[in-house]
C-alpha cells in the first residue's frame, strides 16, 4: 500500500500488490502524477504497462463491514477494466481514509467517487474534466457603485442657467437645403 506523506516525497517508491493473473501474484506498482506504472511477469516474461491518470474514473472509496463490526475501507483507483485497478490504502480508520481520499483526489487531479450498489458515483461533481466549485461572490462595495462611470466622468455636467436662455427673432444658422 501507498502511504499519502511517503508518496510525496520519493515518487519513485514501488508498492507489491496482489495481481491474480501474474506469475507469482504479485505485481509492483507506481502511481505519478501523469502516469501509473505497473510491473509484472506474465508467463515468464516480464513486462511494465504504463497507464495514463486520466484514462482512470476516479479515486474510488469502498467500505466493507469487518468481522469484528466495523468497517473496513479501502482506495483505489478504478479503472474500466478491473485488472488496472490500482489499491491506494486499506484501513479501518475513517477519519484517516477520508484525508487520504481528498489528497489522492486532489493529486491526480481525479474525480473521487463512492462505491453504490457495485457501481462507483461521482461525489464531486463535474463538467467535463474540470472541477465545478462553488462560485466565488462578487465585490459588492456600494462606494464604487455609487459613482459614475468612467466615461460620464469626463464630461462636464451642464448649466441650467445657459439652457433656460432662449434668443427671439434670432435666425438659425441650420441650413435645411
Not at 482506495?75 to 479501518?92: C, K, R, Y
Not at 463535474?126 to 472541477?131: D, H, K, S
Not at 442657467?161 to 444658422?173: D, G, K, S, Y
Amino acid at each position: 500500500m501507498f502511504e499519502t506523506g511517503s508518496m510525496a516525497e520519493t515518487p519513485l517508491q514501488f508498492a507489491v500488490q496482489r495481481d491474480r493473473r501474474a506469475d507469482g501474484g504479485q505485481r509492483q506498482v507506481r502511481v505519478g502524477r501523469r502516469d501509473i506504472l505497473i510491473s509484472r511477469r506474465l508467463g515468464g516474461m516480464s513486462m511494465l504497462i504504463s497507464v495514463p491518470v486520466r484514462a482512470y474514473r476516479g479515486v474510488a472509496l469502498d467500505v466493507e463491514p469487518s468481522l469484528d463490526g466495523g468497517a473496513s475501507y479501502r482506495l483505489s483507483l478504478a479503472h474500466n477494466d478491473p485488472d488496472l485497478d490500482i489499491v491506494l490504502t486499506e484501513t479501518a480508520d475513517g477519519g484517516a481514509i477520508s484525508a487520504d481520499w481528498k489528497y489522492w483526489a486532489s493529486y491526480l487531479d481525479l474525480p473521487r467517487l463512492a462505491a453504490r450498489g457495485g457501481d462507483f458515483e461521482t461525489v464531486d461533481p463535474r463538467l467535463g474534466g474540470v472541477a465545478l466549485r462553488e462560485t466565488i461572490a462578487r465585490r459588492k462595495n456600494t462606494t464604487v457603485a455609487l459613482r459614475r462611470p468612467r466615461f460620464c466622468a469626463r464630461r462636464k455636467e451642464g448649466n441650467e442657467a445657459l439652457t433656460a436662455t432662449v434668443h427671439r427673432e434670432e435666425r438659425e444658422i441650420v441650413c435645411y437645403e
